[in-house]
């Protein structure tokens, strides 16, 4: 393991210049395979849907008497073909599921233009109908769905996942209107904002089914835990109607599983690629396979005194080695049996991928005397992390009669993420004048080595059931286990000391041991029993079709979580290390482990709810209204001492939330909607247990005082749909939020934790535009965000009084919610040609400054700055059945920074080697670009 104190530095790296070029080569490139000789003898047209006159895209238009002479329908449904001599032909439409279509033309000295509209096909099976089998997985159908929907809904489709830059859905949600993300230490995207809501304030579901979390602290999913190949669409959902479970404030994301197809369906996908981080250092690891998977207390019983032979060092033997390679493999089979009416698909992937950041950390105190933040360590860190994600789902559906139809849905989904961490860290000490600079002398190395394997275990059977021709009833049955293990967490401290020899020459101390080894086993489960049923009644008032919809669900929860955690200290004291852990003696502190720290804890929690809504057209305005009752009762029991305040705890609260969705639709293809809903939050299983334990970079804390957050929200958005797959949205948004939660650093007998807290009332208020329209074989998606919010919290300010003493006050401070960002903007440049098999894809994110950290002092929040990230995807069909892919990720290798933002103030503590600007550095990852390339094929 080589001395990371000497070599551990953030890089940059000059190829923005590069990379943007290159691209906007390759796209020219693929415009020009279009283009041919010019000749004046052209046909020209739009192929559409007979009917609705929707344009078709992926028609294929042929002169039979020269078949070279061919065109495919582009994304608006218009065609060209050129280079046609003088004569008469017979031209042949066809599109899948339509019926195909001959016309005679007779071209001589001009272009003519030729329309066609084509009929929807039906296939007859005895006595029964059937039209073909809802498609969801098309722009078309996300379109149609938006446009459709009772409530504001947001849908990408399958297609549009398989050809954007992303391979997980958590990199796939940014792609919404109104949505950004909060990445991990290696970068990767996963949690979702929603239109400035923090991730608490959102639910997953899957097939329209909630499900538990994997993560030990919160309710909410980790995104990135899910490969997007998997998916049929995504849904996000900003408004709540009654038969929604309503503790959702920001949105609800829904991944649709890919569903049975009508015909025999078999696709593969392979690739390989590689993070340029690891060109430019080394990938820095363990060996995972031999962590203990069981703590000595959990192996050996709760009595057991455990000794240092118990604890193996084999996961602090770190290796480097060279640029690892990025592995992916996707498989999807599926068919219809019995005459259509049996479906069956099986989906699956693997992703295993190399990432890691290259860090700069910065703690930061405030100054007594101006409440200024002052440096007091630096710390450079790298990261390193492989990511085994895999996913296998299994979906059946079985149509008994016409009447009745039966779901039966299972998957299993796992991240394994084997993680490296080593850290130099340095005291400072800054000089009054602010120019100043002195280190203590003091060197601090850590090394650490952590496996995580979570997973998401779901089965759900589900029945539609046609009870009389205006009475139906929908049920679902389902099962779901989400897990977390973080087996043998290892950390090591060493120190090093640097003082001037008797020529004055600088010269560092030997290495030694500083403080404990750590040890730590945390397993936590979740498990969800659950059941819903619903019923639809059609009914006739005043000549009014009216649509009633009632039910309920009931949901038992349990939730346990273990806590192990061993201290390790070097014997003799002050051992000086050479290199190698396995030659180090140590002595065990704490034999019988952490049995009563409040992180060994159980807890249940059951909810009802029960809903009544109506939905009513009249005339060309539809409503959709009612309410539902939610019932929380929730108990938690920990091994923490009976001294302890909220070792054993409970709570209980109903809730009525009502609901209102006016849908106006003025003419063909636009809409005007205005909602109300009001909405909960519940607080996180982990919050309310009165634990404190050191993580990442600060001592959290537990708070069972915890209240769940209510919250008001109406929406006003304008809908247009030129065509099936142009759109123009614009809307509005305002949350008026009670008891909003959120962690912030608080202070207690000169300690500082990090704590989740109520925080009085929020507002919150927003605009989104959203614009989709496609020219011929090119696109533009764009969409921009603002959001506005406001909370007021009492801070410390630090200062001396006139007296000369050292003083403290409250202040009150208003600020955005954390999370937040005021502005937000997505656009993705899109090239498709359909003859020649291309999809070519740009993507701009640019996501605004947030508040990530609340501190307990005056305008000492910590902000992530602006950024903006740029990614590319490529496709080209090599056959019918063959295609070649690949996506670059962060092209312009775009960093996380954070800092204290100081605009009223010059901040006059620096460190030499940072930028002067009027803000405090408190972070800076760089993470590079990730290459991947592939083959897919679909027979």
Request: proline residues 4%; hydrophobic residues 35%; neutral net charge.
């Amino acid at each position: 393991m080589r001395n990371f104190g000497a070599t551990l530095a953030t890089k940059r790296y000059p190829m923005k210049i590069r990379s943007i070029l290159l691209l906007v080569s390759l796209l020219s490139i693929f415009s020009q395979f279009q283009i041919v000789q010019a000749q004046n003898l052209a046909v020209r047209g739009i192929i559409s849907e007979s009917g609705t006159n929707d344009p078709l895209t992926g028609a294929t238009i042929v002169i039979l008497e020269n078949q070279r002479l061919a065109s495919v329908s582009g994304l608006d449904g218009s065609y060209l073909i050129r280079n046609i001599p003088s004569g008469s032909y017979t031209v042949r439409v066809s599109y899948i599921g339509f019926e195909p279509q001959q016309r005679e033309i007779t071209i001589t000295n001009s272009d003519i233009t030729l329309n066609i509209a084509l009929q929807n096909q039906a296939t007859q099976l005895d006595e029964l109908t059937i039209a073909g089998r809802r498609v969801g997985n098309t722009d078309e159908s996300a379109r149609n769905t938006e446009r459709n929907a009772d409530n504001v809904v947001n849908v990408i489709a399958a297609r549009s996942i398989e050809v954007s830059p992303d391979i997980t859905v958590a990199n796939v949600i940014q792609r919404v209107s109104g949505v950004s993300l909060e990445r991990n230490s290696n970068g990767d995207g996963q949690h979702a904002i929603v239109r400035g809501m923090d991730k608490r304030y959102n639910y997953t579901l899957v097939n329209g089914i909630k499900i538990p979390s994997p993560e030990t602290k919160n309710r909410y999913v980790p995104l990135d835990i899910f490969p997007s190949d998997l998916l049929d669409r995504l849904e996000v959902t900003k408004s709540l109607t009654p038969s929604m479970e309503g503790d959702a404030i920001g949105g609800v994301i829904d991944m649709i599983m890919k569903d049975a197809p009508d015909r025999l369906v078999l696709d593969f996908n392979v690739g390989s690629g590689y993070n340029q981080l690891f060109f430019d250092r080394d990938y820095l690891g363990f060996n995972a396979g031999a962590t203990q998977s069981n703590s000595p207390r959990a192996t050996n019983g709760g009595s057991y005194q455990a000794s240092s032979d118990d604890f193996p060092l084999e996961n602090l033997d770190f290796r480097q080695k060279d640029a690892p390679v990025n592995r992916i493999l996707g498989m999807a089979i599926g068919n219809r049996f019995m005459d259509g009416r049996l479906g069956v698909l099986a989906a699956g992937s693997y992703q295993q991928t190399f990432r890691g950041a290259n860090s700069m950390f910065f703690q930061t105190d405030t100054d007594r005397e101006s409440n200024n933040p002052v440096y007091f360590q630096v710390q450079s860190r790298e990261y390193s992390s492989e990511q085994m994600r895999s996913g296998i789902h299994v979906k059946t559906d079985f149509e008994i009669d016409r009447n009745n139809k039966i779901d039966f849905y299972n998957a299993v989904i796992r991240l394994s993420d084997v993680e490296t961490r080593a850290r130099v860290a340095t005291n400072l000490r800054i000089g009054r004048d602010g120019a100043s600079f002195l280190g203590t002398g003091r060197l601090g190395y850590s090394f650490r080595s952590r496996q995580r394997d979570q997973q998401i275990y779901n089965s759900t059977l589900q029945g539609r059931h046609l009870i009389t021709p205006i009475l139906e009833a929908q049920w679902s049955a389902v099962y779901s286990m989400a897990t977390f293990n973080e087996p043998d967490r290892a950390e090591l401290d060493l120190i090093s000391g640097i003082t001037r020899n008797s020529s004055g020459e600088l010269v560092q101390q030997p290495i030694i041991y500083d403080r404990d080894l750590k040890r730590r086993w945390t397993n936590n489960s979740d498990q969800d029993i659950a059941g819903y049923l619903n019923f639809t009644y059609y009914q006739s008032i005043a000549g009014e079709q009216v649509q009633w919809r009632t039910g309920g669900m009931y949901r038992h929860k349990t939730r346990n979580n273990e806590f192990n955690e061993y201290l390790l200290r070097a014997q003799p004291a002050e051992q000086v290390w050479d290199g190698n852990v396995n030659n180090s003696m140590w002595q065990l502190i704490n034999p019988i482990g952490t049995p009563r720290d409040a992180l060994n804890y159980e807890s249940e929690e059951n909810i009802g709810a029960a809903y009544l809504q109506a939905r009513v057209l009249i005339g060309n305005l539809q409503i959709l209204g009612g309410a539902r009752f939610e019932s929380t009762d929730f108990s938690w029991v920990t091994n923490a001492p009976d001294r302890v305040p909220g070792r054993i705890g409970s709570t209980s609260y109903t809730n009525l939330l009502p609901s209102l969705h006016l849908k106006y639709m003025p003419v063909d293809r636009t809409n005007i909607r205005l909602s109300y809903f009001a909405s909960i939050s519940r607080p996180n299983f982990f919050e309310v247990v009165p634990y404190e334990i050191v993580d990442e970079d600060y001592q959290e804390r537990g708070n069972p005082f915890l209240k769940h957050t209510e919250a008001h929200n109406i929406d006003l958005r304008f809908e247009h749909f030129p065509t099936p797959l142009d759109q123009i949205m614009v809307a509005v948004f305002y949350k008026n939020i009670n008891n909003p939660i959120e962690q912030a650093l608080q202070i207690e007998a000169q300690r500082i934790f990090l704590q989740s807290n109520n925080f009085g009332t929020a507002n919150n208020f927003g605009v989104e535009v959203d614009y989709t329209r496609y020219i011929r074989n090119w696109g533009l998606r764009a969409f921009y965000t603002f959001t506005e919010s406001r909370i007021e919290t009492s801070k410390i300010f630090r200062f001396r009084d006139d007296n000369g003493n050292f003083t403290s006050r409250q202040i009150d401070q208003v600020r955005p919610l954390q999370g937040q960002s005021r502005h937000i903007a997505n656009t993705s440049l899109l090239y498709k040609n359909g003859r020649l098999g291309t999809d070519a894809q740009i993507s701009m994110v640019y996501t605004g400054r947030r508040i990530i950290s609340v501190s307990p002092y005056y305008e000492n929040d910590i902000w992530q700055r602006a950024f903006t990230q740029l990614d590319f995807s490529f496709e080209q069909r090599i056959t019918s059945n063959v295609s070649f892919y690949a996506k670059i990720n962060n092209i312009l290798n775009t960093p996380l920074r954070a800092d204290i933002r100081r605009e009223n103030t010059v901040n006059p503590q620096q460190v030499p080697y940072v930028n002067q600007t009027n803000n405090v550095l408190v972070r800076e990852d760089y993470y590079q670009q990730t290459y991947l390339a592939g083959i897919k094929v679909k027979l």
